[in-house]
């Protein structure tokens, strides 16, 4: 008997410890599992264009192998333009990049439901340059894999 007191004393330091009561010791829930970390990579382009070069293709495959790795993965591809030409039309070439880089996606094998495409045309310059000018950091698309 004195054994089986000591034991349940014990016990009860233990749970008093822990900071729960003997009413609701083993009924909480553990936090919820932290989101999984959010990937990201870049890939550039040359004026006026939308395909895709062998180092482009290298950084979407490792992207892919990513997003089929990740368990219910979310991938955001958001093209981009440098503010030379005319802003609409940059508006739908940043578009036509961001789709030529999901395209590439799936045909690596990620779901085509999983991938979100948007163009942010001459906004979100990676470099502040004035209207009409050439950068090749900001002619780019972004791929997130979250």
Same mark, same amino acid.
């Given at each position: 008997?004195?054994?089986?007191?000591? &034991?349940?004393?014990?016990?009860?330091?233990?749970?008093?410890?822990?900071?729960?009561?003997?009413? %609701?010791?083993?009924?909480?829930?553990?936090?919820?599992?932290?989101?999984?970390?959010?990937?990201?990579?870049?890939?550039?382009?040359?004026?006026?264009?939308?395909?895709?070069?062998?180092?482009?293709?290298? *950084?979407?495959?490792?992207?892919?192998?990513?997003?089929?790795?990740?368990?219910? &993965?979310?991938?955001?591809?958001?093209?981009?333009?440098? *503010?030379?030409?005319?802003? &609409?039309?940059?508006?739908?070439?940043?578009?036509?990049?961001? +789709?030529? $880089?999901? %395209?590439?996606?799936? +045909?690596?094998?990620?779901?085509?439901?999983? $991938?979100?495409?948007?163009?942010?045309?001459?906004?979100?310059?990676?470099?502040?340059?004035?209207?009409?000018?050439? %950068?090749?950091?900001?002619?780019?698309?972004?791929?997130? $894999?979250?």
């Amino acid at each position: 008997m004195p054994k089986s007191v000591s &034991a349940l004393f014990g016990v009860l330091l233990l749970v008093a410890a822990c900071g729960e009561s003997t009413q %609701n010791m083993s009924l909480q829930k553990p936090p919820p599992a932290p989101p999984p970390p959010t990937k990201a990579w870049m890939v550039f382009f040359d004026t006026n264009s939308t395909a895709l070069s062998q180092q482009s293709s290298t *950084t979407i495959g490792e992207a892919a192998g990513v997003a089929k790795g990740t368990a219910n &993965a979310r991938v955001v591809v958001t093209g981009f333009t440098d *503010t030379d030409g005319n802003p &609409a039309y940059n508006q739908q070439l940043s578009l036509r990049r961001a +789709n030529a $880089v999901k %395209n590439a996606l799936v +045909n690596s094998g990620v779901a085509p439901q999983a $991938v979100t495409v948007t163009g942010s045309g001459e906004s979100g310059l990676l470099i502040d340059t004035p209207d009409q000018t050439k %950068n090749e950091k900001n002619r780019r698309v972004q791929i997130v $894999v979250q």
